[in-house]
Nanobody, 114 residues
Framework: QVQLVESGGGLVQPGESLRLSCAVSGQMFSAYVMEWYRQGPGKQRELVGSIDWSDGRTNYADSVKGRFTIFREGGENTVYLQMNTLKPEDSAVYYC???????WGQGTQVTVSA
């Protein structure tokens, strides 16, 4: 059993940055992949990117590539989503998720507006 808790959302202006955190409790195996999803108003949930728990390899959606970075620091059981040059279309509830599992966080709201 794994528990995921996101934090760090908020209201920012276009062009600003925000860092989201996903605190992981429970046992994470090296084969796991942690994903960040988002769901904007009236939109389907979309995959933002992912990170391999074992080696830190990352993948990103084209819409965020070059602006967003997913990382872990050392051996922490926390995954971060660094979001730079935010745009209004990045506004959404952001979730972390263990790939191919039923484990989701509760989500954190990000609003980008002038």
């Amino acid at each position: 059993q794994v528990q995921l808790v996101e934090s760090g959302g908020g209201l920012v202006q276009p062009g600003e940055s925000l860092r989201l955190s996903c605190a992981v409790s429970g046992q994470m195996f090296s084969a796991y992949v942690m994903e960040w999803y988002r769901q904007g108003p009236g939109k389907q949930r979309e995959l933002v990117g992912s990170i391999d728990w074992s080696d830190g390899r990352t993948n990103y959606a084209d819409s965020v590539k070059g602006r967003f970075t997913i990382f872990r620091e050392g051996g922490e059981n926390t995954v971060y989503l660094q979001m730079n040059t935010l745009k209004p279309e990045d506004s959404a509830v952001y979730y972390c998720h263990v790939k191919s599992s039923a484990w989701w966080g509760q989500g954190t709201q990000v609003t980008v507006s002038a």
